[in-house]
T-cell receptor, first 115, second 113 residues
């Protein structure tokens, strides 16, 4: 069963605007972690931000923030003030405590920032 | 510098010719894993290892083998590669908790003709 769903295969945003990339997840575990990674065209996987299931505050890292809605099982990534260098694939991922801490990934969203 | 290294970065081979992709990390991480990335499918886990001599299958283990004889190394072996194993492969490592971020190698682009 698909555990991580990213419903937006592609997104466009104007430079300097904010954009939200959606991620929903499925788990029966109470203990889990949610991660976002960026994959630029060069191919490497870059860690962006982490949110724990017990964290009460939404995570923030510079221009990245995570809109965590636990009851809805969603963990959307918000990028503020988009830059051309933000054009990339973005992957949402989850690790569950009961499942040997495996990391499961969504299919990804390709973000294109327009000048 | 803390890093995960993979070799080779690019490989073109033919069906049936055994190959090994090496992976090494210098962060003393217990957990290591292999993923393959295919368009529209995200990253799918092939095998993972919780520690030395402890390995287990991920979602797509068929056609692959791994070993973990040392903590730092986790090679991926394709005994008889087939064209459907053409993909981008990533090795990753982390501490072993669910809160721990995985750090990825640069990727190996494999083409099997």
């Amino acid at each position: 069963a698909q555990k991580i769903t990213q419903t937006q295969p592609g997104m466009f945003v104007q430079e300097k605007e904010a954009v939200t990339l959606d991620c929903t997840y499925d788990t029966s575990d109470q203990s889990y972690g949610l991660f976002w990674y960026k994959q630029p065209s060069s191919g490497e996987m870059i860690f962006l931000i982490y949110q724990g299931s017990y964290d009460e505050q939404n995570a923030t890292e510079g221009r990245y923030s995570l809109n965590f809605q636990k009851a809805r099982k969603s963990a959307n990534l918000v990028i503020s003030a988009s830059q051309l260098g933000d054009s990339a694939m973005y992957f949402c991922a989850m690790r569950e405590a009961y499942n040997n801490n495996d990391m499961r990934f969504g299919a990804g969203t390709r973000l294109t920032v327009k000048p | 510098e803390a890093q995960v290294t993979q070799n080779p970065r690019y490989l073109i081979t033919v069906t049936g010719k055994k190959l090994t992709v090496t992976c090494s990390q210098n962060m003393n991480h217990e957990y290591m894993s292999w993923y393959r990335q295919d368009p529209g499918l995200g990253l799918r886990q092939i095998y993972y290892s919780m520690n030395v001599e402890v390995t287990d299958k991920g979602d797509v283990p068929e056609g692959y083998k791994v070993s973990r004889k040392e903590k730092r190394n986790f090679p991926l072996i394709l005994e008889s590669p087939s064209p459907n194993q053409t993909s981008l492969y990533f090795c990753a490592s982390s501490l072993s908790g669910f809160t721990d971020t995985q750090y990825f190698g640069p990727g190996t682009r494999l083409t099997v003709l």
